[in-house]
């Protein structure tokens, strides 16, 4: 109730908005819908979603997985900590666009660079995030395991990974949101779709409904995936916090 | 089932580079069916003992040498259970053979049964001390060791704990050891006592109770008691 009321309210607010700068700039809500309608009925939008949702998926799995084993590793073994420290810090300060631009140059404008540069500006702050959890794991868990010689399959699964799980739900939660702002960059830069090439185009011909129309598009799909799966996620994981008196 | 233990000395660099002995000579043998007690000031080097007799730390000098296969339940002094799964998972997961009738009885005699399906979060110490002693006894262990199992209760609940334990560590023919402060405690649930001297800890005197535990009635023990406390330990 409350949601549909915040989102009558954004409406209403824009509607307001565009009437007093004028059509030119922003264009009213109407005009937005009916070209996001036009795109919808070509199938363009669903192509280009479908492309950006794409390029985020693989990125996000590929930068989370390696993400979270390097991370692991150097906050459990602190040799690889020296070692991997700063190129950590060099990743997470370097610029995505300077990424991006290289990987191009590199690897040519192709899909695999693309991924490739999107999974490399997450990969540290996925890193960072494990790392600290891999440092804050309870070392009397880790004796009780022993001294009861679980295996050590069953040990990670039972007692290390519930431990790490606040900090894999926060890697991926601020992961995705990079994730989401960076695929549009890659997209502009160099790929022959996804929205953001449209926004590209858009911006070239100064054609604001369209651009407006794929921005909101996306912006709706991030909501839903962020309602629809993350949140469920993160609830599941802190079930037993929750019930805890 | 026997255990030898023949540690010579322990000893560990604090972070300054000063080095503190924690371990003296340490030297004493503990058969099946044995409940043997280590009584001694505290940080004296119990809980360094016991780590290592848990195969949780191999930094000593000397030997400890047990039967092979052999399985090892233990009780820390604080729970350690894991606050994300429940009693009876946090049990099973120790012990994943023990067959339901086995398990319901000893959540019986802990009187757990009625806590299953709760988180370690939701429980009292006493109840999270009860759990921590169904899991180790659920993988029907060789070797028990108990780190002041009763510490911090009440005195009621304390007793009625006491009983528990004595019950289950009758119900099977294993080696025990209990880390206690407490004389009562160590009378009750003992065969052999070992006094620790401060540290650095070594065994200053052997007491063995030669009444078994099941027919020890009262006077027995208060007998004992008294004649432990005209030992005179701090000259030894």
Known sequence: MLRLLSFTLFIATWWIASLVIGDAKLPAPPAVLSVLVAEARSGALFINLGATLARVALAFTLAMALGSAIGYLMGRVSLANRLGDPWLILLLNLPALVVIVLAYIWAGLTEVAAIAAIAINKLPTAVVTLREGARALDPALDEMATAFALPRGRAFRHVILPQLAPYIAAAARSGLSLVWKIVLVAEYLGRPNGVGFEIGVAFQLFDIPLLLAYSLSFAGVVLVIETLMVQPFETRLTRWRLRAA | ?236
């Open chain 2, 1 to 236: 089932m026997q255990l030898e233990v023949n540690i010579t000395g322990k000893s560990f660099e604090s972070a300054a580079g000063k080095r503190h002995d924690v371990l003296d000579n340490v030297t004493f043998t503990l058969n099946a069916g044995e409940v043997g007690v280590l009584f001694g000031p505290s940080g004296c080097g119990k809980s360094t003992l016991l780590r290592i007799l848990a195969g949780l730390d191999g930094n000593y000098r000397g030997q400890v040498m047990c039967t092979p296969g052999m399985r090892l339940g233990m009780v820390f002094q604080e729970p350690r259970l894991l606050p994300w799964r429940t009693v009876e998972e946090n049990v099973r997961l120790a012990a994943p053979d023990v067959d339901d009738g086995r398990l319901s009885a000893l959540f019986e005699v802990l009187e757990l049964s009625s806590h299953r399906n709760h988180f370690p979060g939701e429980l009292s110490l006493g109840l999270a001390r009860r759990v921590a002693l169904a899991r180790a006894f659920a993988i029907e262990p060789d070797f028990l060791i108990l780190d002041e199992p009763l510490a911090s209760l009440d005195n009621a609940l304390a007793g009625r704990l006491r009983d528990q334990i004595a019950t289950l560590v009758a119900s099977r023919k294993m080696m025990t050891l209990l880390v206690t402060h407490d004389v009562d405690d160590a009378v009750r649930l003992g065969d052999r006592l070992f006094f620790l001297s401060p540290r650095p800890a070594r065994i200053l005197h052997v007491e063995t109770i030669a009444t078994p535990r099941a027919t020890r009635g009262e006077p027995d023990i208060n007998e004992i008691k008294r004649q432990l406390s005209q030992l005179d330990l701090a000259n030894m």
